[in-house]
Structures are given as structure tokens and as C-alpha cells.
């Protein structure tokens, strides 16, 4: 490495020196006390397992669809520890992973699923303001922006298809000099910014709002309390926990990536490891420096990408690029701290933006993505019915979720809706193979990724065989 470059890459670490291993979002001071764990039995009509957003919107909106409808939520450990607690905060509309997968996977069904993604985000901002959730919502649009010319091209192609297909409403296509008056990096050349789409939230507060409206409507809540078996008694379920049960006429698992209680959903999702960066607030100065004026998220045109936002203090959340698969699929504590991503991660920053060099990060962490194969959720209903799960989001699950919530209950109340009708809600994705296939095709398939990203997106042999058979990943 030649001494300048050794200088800058010093540099980068220096920004580091103070930054905490930890979740930004959860250190807030508005953190609530957890809830008694369980400790007995209990019965209920609905049992809903998991206390991040598949499981709060599912209680939630039990309660709201019939207030009588007896509901307990279990978690683990604590409302939105993990996943919900640790994300980026964008809240999107796609149920889809995005148009581009959507469309590829459900053409047929794109505009419906479109549709149903807008109603979605809706819903989330009405519930935002009944149930007076303070979780910094703001109705930014994100722009994906292209950081090499061969992805400007491929963004203006993309938008022309939008276009043609009655896509495009509300996406609009920037050039350089249009993206870089919204946001100003030397290395944006392009961008599409979907105006109305995303929203940015807190999205720890976000989790311990929803908890809070759960309980005001009457939702039974259990924190520390794992869910550790789950078998037919009588007419209905029966959990069991560490100091106790509950027996409940129905379930709705939302666990995502930890180990669903029905052992055959497992081989359907698989962990992948995201890490982020989170800045000290910027200057008055500092932020005139970039722009950045509407707030809106970002995410940059790369297979490795990096997605990016403000959040209300105006510190610059900074994530993504590294995607790792531990061998086996396991999920544990001390994959959450990475530094050598974090490392990296600063050196793309300040490539991003040469103009808040000094700038300091104060937390850098990471965590588990439920990843399935094609990289939105999957559905399913198992013990006559009278259980039903949600998971695979991958990583964009803040404003699914909530979709996801309402098909569970759709499909254990047993009624044909537009979203039980749906082939994605009716169809699952391919399951992973077991060890060693899972880590060495995962394994092919990120250095397949990258290299494509080195040679203008060309996808080689294994890319192009992984597109033929559904499971081909772009960004």
C-alpha cells in the first residue's frame, strides 16, 4: 500500500476510535422497562410469538380487526432487540424486495403488489399518528443513486421500462448534476428517486411504540419469556416457556430468523449478517457541505451496496456492502461486532464524502437478516390451520411486516382475501441445502457479486444459472 493511502486509511480508523459496540437506536433514554416474563399458565385465543415488527403489528392489528379477541405476545428477550431495533429505519413500501425482484418473480401480480405496498405504507403512517407512535417518521422518498456510469445507464434503461410497464409514477429519473443538487457526493452520476415510497423512522422507537399500543388495547405481554415447544392440545395450541405455557385456540409465529418452532419452515431462511455506522451529529456547516435538504434515503446501484440516511439529530446512518454467512447458519452474539467491516465501511464513507472528513463515529454494530431465496417474505399455515408464520424479509421488513401481520391473520381466520389470492402469499421460495452446499453456494454467489460489480455488472456463468433458477440477486 503506497503512504498516502496507508495515511488515509489511518484516518478512517481514527474516526473510530471512540465509536461504541452497539446499536444506535437502542441506547435511546426512551427505552420502556420490560414486561414481567411468563410465569404459570395461560390461555388466550391468539398467541403471537416474537416481539419484533411481525409480532407487534400482528397483535396490534388482532386487536384493532376485534377488540375482544384475547392476545398475548411472548419475546425472548425484549421488544425489539434485535432485527426491529437495528435496522437502517427505512420503511418501505415494496413488499417485494423492491421492484426489480418483484417484477422479475411476479410480473403478472406487479401492479397489484404495488398497490397493496402504497395501502400498506398508508396504513403504517395513519396507525403512526392514532396510536401518537413517536418514532421520528418522515415521508422522505429514498434515491438510488449510481456511483459508476455503467449504472447511471442501467438506471435510466430501468426508469424507460418503469415507464413503459405504468411503473414509474412518482419515480423520477436525476442525471448527475440533478442528484448531486439533492445530495452532493463527487461519486453520484446518477439517481432515481422514488418521491413518495419510503419513509425514514426510528425504528427502536418504532418497535417500543407499537409495544405501547399494543398493551393499551389490552395485549398480554411477555419479555424474557422464550417459546420452547409448540404442540396440538385439544381444540387448539399449546407453548411452552421456561416457568410456564399457553394454550391458545391459534398462533402466529413471527421469529424470523431464529429457529421457527415448526421445524420444517428452518431450511427456508437462512442468517446474513449487515453491519452500519452511525456518525456524531453533523454542523449546521457540515450538513450545508452535502445538501441533503429533503432528508430522503439512500442506497447506492452496486450488488455490494451501501444504504445511507439522516437521522433526526442529523447524524449520517452508514450501512451495508459486507454481507456475511456464518457456516451453519448460526446466530450468535459475537458475530454482531465486526471491525474490520467497520473499517471498511469508513473508508467508503469518506470516498462518499471527502467533505466531512474529522467526522466522528460513535456506534458501529451489526445483525442477523432473514434471508430466503428470493428475498421477500414467504407465508404458510400449519396444524390444520390453526397456526401461521411470516419470515424472509431480507432485510426489508420495517414496512412489510406489517403486510406480512395481515396475512397471518387472513390465513388463520381461513378467508380467500387480495392478499391470500396472491402467488406470493400461496408460493414458497426454494429451500437452502444443507452444510457445506448452503455456505459454498452463498459463498460463490458474494464473490460472483463482486466480481460484477468490478466489471461493469457483467454476471458470469454462476450469476447467469442463479437467474435462470429464480434465485439471481441484484441489489
Known sequence: MAPSAMSRKNDWTKSLSEA????????????????????????????????GYSGLWTALNAKERDPRRDVVLLEGREVGWAASGRNGGFCAASLTHGLANGLARWPDEI????????RNLDEIEKAV??????????????????????QAWELRDWHRELQDKGLADGIDFLDAEAVREQVDSPTFEAGLWDRRG????????????????????????????PALTLKPYGAGMAVRTPYGA??????????????????????????????????????AEQLASIGWQNRQGLG?????????????????LWGGYDAIYPYGGRVRREYDDRPETYAKLAGHFFTCFAQLEGVRFTHAWGGAIDTCSRFSAFFGTAHQGKVAYAAGYTGLGVGATRFGADVMLDLLAGERTERTELEMVRKKPLPFPPEPLAWTGIALTK??????????????????????????FDS
Request: hydrophobic share 40%; aromatic share 8%.
Open 20 to 51: 461504541q459496540p452497539v446499536p444506535y437506536w437502542l441506547e435511546d433514554p426512551g427505552k420502556p422497562h420490560p414486561e414481567p416474563a411468563l410465569t404459570g399458565t395461560e390461555t388466550c385465543d391468539l398467541l403471537v410469538v416474537g416481539g
Open 111 to 118: 401492479h397489484k403488489l404495488e398497490e397493496l405496498g402504497a
Open 129 to 150: 399518528a392514532r396510536h401518537s407512535l413517536d418514532c421520528d417518521f418522515e415521508r422522505t422518498g429514498e434515491i438510488d443513486v449510481a456511483t459508476e456510469t455503467y
Open 198 to 225: 419510503v419513509a425514514m423512522v426510528h425504528p427502536a422507537k418504532l418497535a417500543w411504540g407499537l409495544k405501547r399500543a399494543c398493551l393499551a388495547l389490552g395485549v398480554r405481554i411477555h419479555e424474557h419469556t
Open 246 to 283: 399457553v394454550r391458545s385456540r391459534q398462533v402466529a409465529l413471527g421469529t424470523n430468523i431464529f429457529p421457527n418452532l415448526l421445524k420444517r419452515v428452518r431450511a427456508y431462511t437462512v442468517p446474513v449478517y449487515d453491519y452500519a455506522l452511525m456518525t456524531e451529529p453533523l454542523t
Open 300 to 316: 447506492d446501484s452496486a450488488n455490494q451496496f451501501h444504504y445511507f440516511r439522516l437521522s433526526a439529530d442529523n447524524r449520517i
Open 447 to 472: 464473490w460472483s457479486l463482486a466480481r460484477a460489480d468490478a466489471h461493469a455488472g457483467r454476471r458470469n456463468l454462476w450469476l447467469r444459472t442463479m437467474d435462470k433458477l429464480g434465485l439471481g
